[in-house]
C-alpha cells in the first residue's frame, strides 16, 4: 500500500469523527442544561405558577422592541389566592385539559399546533373578554360552550367539546400562566386588553 498525503488518511479522518462527535456531544448537554434553566417556571422568562395571583399587563419594551408581560398587583383568578403547589397544580390540570381535548388540533399553543383558530398564547389579555371584571366567566363560559358566541372576523365556529365547570376553570388558570411568558414578544403585533381602571 502506498502512503499518500496525511490529510488523505483512514487514521486522520477516524481521530476527527471521534473529536467531532465528542465536542458536539459535550455543546449539546450544555446547551439542554442551559435551555432546562431557562424553560423552568419561576425563571426570568417563565413565571412561577403563582403568576396567576397576580395582574399580568403586555407592554412595548422599547430596549428590545417587543411586548413583553409585566406582573402588576395582587389579582387573584376566581378571586381566590392559591399557594404556589396549588397553582401549580390547577395549571398542571389545565395543561393535561388542553392536551386530553387536542386543543392544539385546532389551536396554536406558544406557537405549537394548527392553524385554523388564533394562538391562544396571549388569550388570557385578549379584549374580546370585555374588561378584567368579566373575563374569568367570560372565559369559562365561552371554554365550556363556544358555539353561540363569534369572537372575530375568522367565521370559523369552535365547537363544544365537553369540558366541565372545573375543568374550563383550570384552563384559564393555564392560559393566565402562560401569558405571563415571556416570548419574546410572539405573537407579533398582538393588541392586549385594556386593563387600567
Ligand atoms: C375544531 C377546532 C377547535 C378546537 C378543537 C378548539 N378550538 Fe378553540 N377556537 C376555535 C375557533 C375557530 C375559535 C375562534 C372562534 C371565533 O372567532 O368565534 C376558537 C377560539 C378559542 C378561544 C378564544 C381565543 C382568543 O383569541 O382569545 C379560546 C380561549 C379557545 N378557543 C380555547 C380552546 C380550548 C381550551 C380548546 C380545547 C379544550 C379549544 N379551544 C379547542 C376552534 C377550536
Known amino acids: 500500500m502506498t502512503a499518500g498525503p496525511w490529510w488523505a488518511s483512514e487514521s486522520f479522518w477516524r481521530k476527527t469523527a471521534i473529536w467531532v462527535t465528542g465536542v458536539s456531544l459535550i455543546v449539546l448537554v450544555v446547551l439542554t442544561f442551559d435551555t432546562l434553566s431557562q424553560i423552568t417556571a419561576g425563571s426570568k ?3 412561577a405558577y403563582s403568576v396567576i395571583n397576580y395582574r399580568i399587563d403586555y407592554k412595548f419594551d422599547d430596549k428590545r422592541h417587543v411586548q413583553v408581560p409585566v406582573i402588576g398587583a395582587k389579582e387573584p ?5 392559591l399557594s404556589e403547589p396549588d ?3 390547577l395549571v398542571a390540570k389545565g395543561k ?3 392536551q386530553a381535548k387536542n386543543c392544539i388540533n385546532c389551536h396554536t399553543v406558544l406557537g405549537n399546533g394548527a392553524y385554523y383558530a388564533p394562538d391562544l398564547t396571549k388569550s388570557w389579555i385578549d379584549p374580546y373578554w370585555g374588561t378584567r371584571d368579566v373575563r374569568e366567566q ?10 353561540d358566541k363569534l369572537h372575530n372576523s375568522l367565521g370559523r365556529r369552535m ?3 365537553g369540558v366541565t365547570d372545573e375543568e374550563a376553570r383550570a384552563v384559564v388558570a393555564f392560559l393566565k400562566w402562560m401569558s405571563a411568558i415571556d416570548t419574546n414578544g410572539f405573537p407579533y403585533n398582538f393588541k392586549p386588553m385594556q386593563q387600567e381602571n
Open 138 to 147: 367570560q372565559m369559562v363560559d365561552f371554554i365550556k360552550d363556544p358555539t
Open 159 to 161: 365547537p363544544r367539546l
Open 87 to 89: 397553582a401549580e397544580a
Open 77 to 81: 383568578l376566581f378571586g381566590r389566592e
Open 45 to 47: 422568562r417563565v413565571a
Open 96 to 98: 393535561m385539559t388542553l
